[in-house]
């Protein structure tokens, strides 16, 4: 299951970023919410990510962070006919020009996977 390791890359990189920025002293409470971007050609099952994440992100303070994923649709240029536009992709054996069925594509949009930002809770902040 792919979603395993796309949960643990953006539990390290949040983890990470987290660990090296100046917080000024302030301590981190919990992540309470973390925003994806997500291109439709990584065929990440974000039901099952969000799954993997919270399994994995259990006493961390990442526990119980919501996640908001925002979908990139496939973009492709044929190398064969020249179509250019979207691209509806069932799955990853199946990515092929919709009008000539070339194999042969740029992808141009559709394989990004970014962490866009989190929010972050502090211990008391409101003090
Ligand atoms: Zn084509």
Not at 32 to 61: D, H, Y
Request: glycine residues 6%; proline residues 1%.
């Amino acid at each position: 299951m792919h979603e395993l390791s796309y949960a643990t890359s953006i539990l390290n990189t949040i983890l990470d970023s987290i660990n090296n920025q100046d917080l000024e002293g302030k301590k981190v409470k919990r992540v309470s919410k973390i925003n994806l971007e997500i291109g439709e050609l990584t065929f990440i099952n974000f039901e099952q990510l969000k799954f993997a994440f919270e399994v994995i992100a259990e006493s961390t303070i990442c526990e119980g962070a919501e996640m908001v994923a925002e979908f990139v649709k496939a973009h492709i240029v044929c190398n064969n006919c020249g179509y250019e536009g979207d691209l509806e992709a069932k799955d990853e054996f199946d990515v092929s020009c919709p009008r000539c069925g070339s194999l042969s594509l740029r992808i141009k949009g559709g394989k990004e996977f970014n962490i866009k930002n989190a929010v972050v809770e502090f211990e008391d902040e409101d003090k």
